[in-house]
T-cell receptor, first 114, second 113 residues
Framework: NAGVTQTPKFRVLKTGQSMTLLCAQDMNHEYMYWYRQDPGMGLRLIHYSVGEGTTAKGEVPDGYNVSRLKKQNFLLGLESAAPSQTSVYFC?????????????FGQGTRLTVV | TQLLEQSPQFLSIQEGENLTVYCNSSSVFSSLQWYRQEPGEGPVLLVTVVTGGEVKKLKRLTFQFGDARKDSSLHITAAQPGDTGLYLCAGLNSGGSNYKLTFGKGTLLTVNP
């Protein structure tokens, strides 16, 4: 039972490099999210998607882009990495159509930008 | 932006002690969720409270939602080392969208043997 899988788990980038983080869920969830977690800052929403082909900005979207071409996948892209993007990134998914939906999280991607 | 403030930010106690952590906001939420996160892992849902004044118990953990649905508390009785972790509260926006979770900054709990 995979749930939410993030790849890669660790990555070191040089300033200005680009990369894509992949999130895959096998629970047929409609909603998917990308959060970043920094010390003392909790989880901050970067972008989210309420369905295949749709995306929306969260609290801290600058410097990131996302795509959801398939229902099960949600990609987070960094076009030109900056040291301020050093963080732990979490992907999550939840189901639609319920009053309260539990968010299921991946194990995180630890990104360091040098 | 609906903000959730958690207190205390850090808590270190001895095994067997009781503790309470708080989650407060000036905004009304349709529901509040509590998650627990262990090092190197993603958060895992503990409980969801929906109704103002609601109290839910999960073994030694007691969760309460404020009457006005702006705040919540988590009380742990006779804490054990296995309770160590980061406790996060998260609110779901009221007024329509049930998909946008707003997280507090968390309470890092350490229970010493």
């Amino acid at each position: 039972n995979a749930g939410v899988t993030q790849t890669p788990k660790f990555r070191v980038l040089k300033t200005g490099q680009s990369m894509t983080l992949l999130c895959a869920q096998d629970m047929n969830h409609e909603y998917m999210y990308w959060y970043r977690q920094d010390p003392g800052m909790g989880l901050r929403l970067i972008h989210y998607s309420v369905g295949e082909g749709t995306t929306a900005k969260g609290e801290v979207p600058d410097g990131y882009n996302v795509s959801r071409l398939k229902k099960q996948n949600f990609l987070l892209g960094l076009e030109s990495a900056a040291p301020s993007q050093t963080s732990v990134y979490f992907c999550a998914s939840s189901s639609a159509g319920r009053v309260v939906a539990e968010a299921f999280f991946g194990q995180g991607t630890r990104l360091t930008v040098v | 932006t609906q903000l959730l403030e958690q207190s205390p930010q850090f808590l270190s106690i001895q095994e067997g002690e009781n503790l309470t952590v708080y989650c407060n906001s000036s905004s009304v939420f349709s529901s509040l969720q509590w998650y627990r996160q262990e090092p190197g892992e993603g958060p895992v849902l503990l409980v969801t409270v929906v109704t103002g004044g609601e109290v839910k118990k999960l073994k030694r953990l007691t969760f309460q939602f404020g009457d006005a649905r702006k705040d919540s508390s988590l009380h742990i009785t006779a804490a054990q080392p296995g309770d160590t972790g980061l406790y996060l509260c998260a609110g779901l926006n009221s007024g329509g969208s049930n998909y946008k979770l707003t997280f507090g900054k968390g309470t890092l709990l350490t229970v010493n043997p």
